[in-house]
């Protein structure tokens, strides 16, 4: 089974994460929310893997997070 890996940033200027993929050609996405972000990937990645030509039923997706904040005391 094919895996795929996707980056999920976070954009403190913006508040929102943003989530893009060297593996899946044409991803870019962006929600408020980590978990609403994840559900849009789930969807987007089967159609944008389709147009890119993939053809398998069954791949896998590795998501990766990473959120940076400035803490002051």
């Known amino acids: 089974m094919t895996e795929y890996t996707v980056n999920l940033l976070w954009d403190s200027e913006a508040a929102v994460w943003t989530a893009s993929s060297e593996d ?9 929310s980590l978990d609403a972000l ?20 069954t791949f896998s997706v590795c998501f990766r997070s990473e959120r940076y904040e400035t803490v002051y005391r």
Do not use: H
């Not at 899946?24 to 408020?32: D, R």
């Open 24 to 32: 899946i050609s044409g991803l870019v996405l962006e929600s408020g």
């Open 38 to 57: 994840i559900e849009r990937v789930r969807f987007a990645a089967p159609e944008l893997l389709a147009l890119n030509g993939e053809t398998q039923d």
